[in-house]
C-alpha cells in the first residue's frame, strides 16, 4: 500500500522553507526520501530507521515519529537546486533477505528566484 | 561509480508485441526492481527479486513477468503488449542490509 505524502505540489521563491510529509496505515520499518529533478533518476536523500530519529543532510532534514507512522521532509532556505519531485518510500520490514520499498506519488516543488 | 543502467531510453512498440527491457547493475547488489512511474501515480512496484532466480510480485505485476538469471541483470517482460503499459519504467538495485536504492535512468515505452 502506497504512502500518502502531502502536499502534492509546492512553489517556493528562493530562501523560503518547506515540509512535505509522508504516512503510512502500516507499521514501518524505515522511510526513505528521495528527489527525483525532471528527466533524471530519482536519487537517494537519507532513511530513517525504526527508533523514531531525526536527520539532516545539508539544508534538507527529517524526521520519523514511529507512534504515528509519519515522516516530514524539511527543506529550509531554498535553493534553485532544490526543484524536483520528492518521494517517500516506506519499507514495512526487512524480511531476512529482500527489501521491498514502496514510494508515495511524490511531491512536485518548484523554487522560483 | 556506481552504475544501474537499462537497455533503452525510449522504445515504440505495437499492441500485442512481447516486449523485453533490460537492467544490469555493475554493484554486486542482491535486491533488484522494476517500477513503473505515471503521472499522478508516483512509482509503483511491478516485481523484484532478491538473487538470482528469485522473484517477488510488486503491487502491480498483472500484464508482466521478470527473469533473473544472473545477478547483474533484470529483465522485464511484457507478453503481450497493452496500450496501457505506455509508462516510463525504471529499475532500481540495492546491496542487502544497505540504505541505498540506486536507480537507472529509466525507459519510456509507448505502445501504440
Known amino acids: 500500500q502506497q504512502p500518502v505524502q502531502s502536499p502534492q505540489a509546492v512553489i517556493l521563491r528562493e530562501g523560503e522553507d518547506a515540509v512535505i510529509n509522508c504516512s503510512s496505515s502500516?507499521?514501518?520499518?524505515?522511510v526513505h526520501w528521495y528527489r527525483q529533478k525532471h528527466g533524471e533518476a530519482p536519487v537517494f536523500l537519507m532513511i530513517?530507521?525504526?527508533?523514531?530519529e531525526q536527520k539532516g543532510h545539508e539544508k534538507i532534514s527529517a524526521s520519523f515519529n514511529e507512534k504515528k507512522q509519519q515522516s516530514s521532509l524539511y527543506l529550509t532556505a531554498s535553493q534553485l537546486s532544490y526543484s524536483g519531485t520528492y518521494f517517500c518510500?516506506?519499507?514495512?520490514?526487512?524480511?531476512?533477505?529482500?527489501?521491498?520499498?514502496?514510494f508515495g506519488i511524490g511531491t512536485k516543488l518548484q523554487v522560483i528566484p | 561509480d556506481v552504475k544501474v543502467t537499462q537497455s533503452s531510453r525510449y522504445l515504440v512498440k505495437r499492441t500485442g508485441e512481447k516486449v523485453f527491457l533490460e537492467c544490469v547493475q555493475d554493484?554486486?547488489?542482491?535486491?533488484m526492481f522494476w517500477y513503473r512511474q505515471d503521472p499522478g501515480l508516483g512509482l509503483r512496484l511491478i516485481y523484484f527479486?532478491?538473487?538470482?532466480?528469485?522473484?517477488e510480485k510488486g503491487d502491480i505485476p498483472e500484464g508482466y513477468s521478470v527473469s533473473r538469471e544472473k545477478k547483474e541483470r533484470f529483465s522485464l517482460i511484457l507478453e503481450s503488449a497493452s496500450t496501457n503499459q505506455t509508462s516510463m519504467y525504471l529499475c532500481?538495485?540495492?546491496?542487502?542490509?544497505?540504505?541505498?536504492?540506486?536507480f537507472g535512468p529509466g525507459t519510456r515505452l509507448l505502445v501504440l
Open positions: 530513517l530507521l525504526k527508533g523514531g
Open positions: 518510500g516506506t519499507e514495512e520490514g526487512y524480511s531476512g533477505g529482500y527489501q521491498k520499498v514502496t
Open positions: 554493484m554486486d547488489h542482491e535486491n
Open positions: 527479486s532478491y538473487d538470482v532466480k528469485m522473484k
Open positions: 502500516k507499521a514501518l520499518y524505515s
Open positions: 532500481a538495485s540495492r546491496g542487502r542490509g544497505q540504505e541505498t536504492q540506486y
